[in-house]
């Protein structure tokens, strides 16, 4: 029984991080087009946890795509996206990754959308914590933040 047990435990941990690796890797250019716009809300919508994370990832997905979107359509979407977001990070305050999305959301919204309170804590709270992440999260959020034009260059520098 405990054998089993470890066998699904760890097919559903690898499928769960593959779900993870290829939203991460869709994400950085998820706002260069409508059609990465697109294809990073099928990935996000194809993964197959529930998790915050992913949680996350999917109100980034809305916000991202409302880039493309016209007039009530893209109001809608971009203030369902943040409304979910918002309360997905209200629930898990403590996750690195989630404040990391907000922060990168928050940095690349236009100014006119007022979305960027949060912006100096959240990069605060990346800083503070990285060095407590996996690897594979540091590395990811270090690529991010190296061409931030939020940190200054003593904090990239603090990312090793």
Do not use: H, W
Request: net charge positive; hydrophobic share 40%; charged share 25%.
């Amino acid at each position: 029984m405990k054998t089993l047990f470890l066998l699904l435990t760890s097919f559903l941990f690898f499928f769960s991080n593959t779900d993870l690796d290829s939203v991460r890797k869709n994400y950085p250019s998820a706002n260069l087009s409508k059609a990465n716009a697109d294809a990073f809300k099928n990935t996000v919508a194809k993964a197959s946890s529930s998790d915050a994370v992913f949680k996350g990832y999917k109100a980034a997905s809305e916000i991202i795509s409302a880039k493309f979107m016209k007039g009530n359509e893209r109001k809608a979407a971009l203030t369902g996206g943040i409304k979910s977001l918002e309360s997905t990070i209200a629930a898990n305050p403590a996750q690195v990754e989630l404040r990391f999305i907000r922060f990168s959301i928050q940095e690349n919204l236009p100014k006119i959308v007022k979305y960027n309170s949060k912006i100096t804590e959240d990069k605060n709270f990346i800083l503070k914590n990285y060095s407590r992440q996996n690897s594979g999260l540091k590395n990811y959020i270090k690529t991010y933040l190296k061409s931030s034009k939020l940190l200054t260059p003593a904090e990239k520098a603090s990312l090793k």
